[in-house]
């Protein structure tokens, strides 16, 4: 698991926000404009929610959406919905589901 990744999430959700993926892969030297890229931080951001999920914490990469002209948008993009469905959620309300995990994660983690 990347600890420096999971760090900085850890970070957006104790301040209870959220961040884009460019956000977070640019320190890692990742480009979101490549395709490699994009998979390689979709890996990351499904390999540390699934441990977080095994240890009984709630899906941390849920604080990374996707970007709208820049800026934060809406949701996560499919991985993230993709790796949920696989861990046993119900994802069928996609928007419901994405509202109720990033407010346990930034329940979770902002009591920290």
Known sequence: MNETLRNRLIEIAKRKCVATYSDVAAPLGLDMKLEGDRSTISDLLCDISTAEHEAGRPLLSAVIVTSENGAPGSLPGEGFFTMSSRLGFDVSDRF???????NEVHAHWSKS
């Open 96 to 102: 419901m589901f994405f509202v109720t995990a990033l």
